[in-house]
């Protein structure tokens, strides 16, 4: 248990971050980019926020993203296998 409890959060704030950190800008063309984590800790947005010309996606919104991106990989790679 205390193996998970110290994975969980490397996984989350890792793996789904940087996922979702590259696959913000693909998705959006290039009009939102996702916050760093040094906007994360002056900032206490939600969803997103406007910042000069591109919208600024959240950070845990961001691990969201890249969680649901993964799942649909994983989606796509089992139909293909098929």
Avoid: N
Avoid at 8 to 15: C, G, I, K
Avoid at 55 to 65: D, R
């Amino acid at each position: 248990m205390a193996i998970l409890e110290f994975f969980m959060p490397l996984l989350f704030e890792v793996v789904f971050y940087g996922v979702g950190r590259f696959v913000i800008p693909i998705v959006s063309l290039g009009r939102a980019r996702a916050e760093t984590p040094k906007e994360a800790i002056y900032s206490s947005t939600v969803f997103y926020t406007r910042s000069e010309d591109k919208v600024v996606i959240s950070g845990a919104f961001t691990m969201v993203f890249g969680i649901v991106c993964l799942i649909l990989l994983c989606i796509l790679a089992y139909q293909f296998q098929k």
